[in-house]
């Protein structure tokens, strides 16, 4: 913390959003969260890096690592919706609300590093809107059934991160800002 004492995340069922301004530290966060999936035997990655360098060096460590293509982003944030489904379904059938260690089933860690780059900057804006829209749903609806996501941006304002979707990230760690 501020006063340099160690804190402790429960990425469990919680979602994360990095802020900060280039320089800030939000990628030294970022690859300290994915190191920690990648040494979890229970957790898959499932890396998105318009940039392709900050989680680039995981890329053999994923389950599914997506570079700077629109259509795979929404393929895979796709893929993860219908993962929540089924195992929502199975939630159901086994009369339970969440994902417990007992399950022997893996989390997923969903780390988006500067998530603007596909909400408003690459692509048309028809691709856009579905990757925010699905982004949105994974992120309101994958708590439950084991689905983390972590996104890192330099500008978490609305235009970038939409309110709606700000405001279920039961984490926001803010580095150092220019703004409020």
């Known amino acids: 913390d501020e006063t340099g004492r160690p804190v402790f995340v429960n990425l469990a069922e919680r979602n994360m959003l ?3 301004e280039p320089g800030g530290g939000k990628s030294v966060a970022l690859q300290l969260i994915v190191a920690h999936g990648a040494l979890s035997a229970d957790c898959k990655l499932i890396l998105i890096d318009g940039k392709r360098v900050e989680l680039g060096l995981w890329k053999e460590c994923a389950e599914h690592f ?43 860690l969903v780390p988006i590093d500067e998530v603007a780059y596909f909400s408003a900057t ?4 028809a691709q856009q809107k579905e990757f925010n829209a699905l982004n949105r749903d994974v992120v309101a609806r994958g708590r439950a059934p084991g689905i983390i996501p972590v996104e890192a941006t330099q500008r978490p304002s609305a235009d970038i991160i939409p309110t709606s979707l700000r405001d279920l990230f039961g984490y926001r760690w803010v580095f150092r800002c220019s703004t409020e």
């Open 18 to 20: 990095i802020g900060g």
């Open 122 to 125: 690459k692509g048309t804006p």
């Open 66 to 108: 997506v570079g700077p293509s629109m259509d795979d982003a929404i393929s895979v944030l796709g893929w993860l919706q219908e993962l929540i489904d089924e195992r929502t379904d199975v939630l159901l059938q086994m009369k339970k609300r969440k994902v417990t260690p007992d399950m022997g089933w893996p989390f997923y």
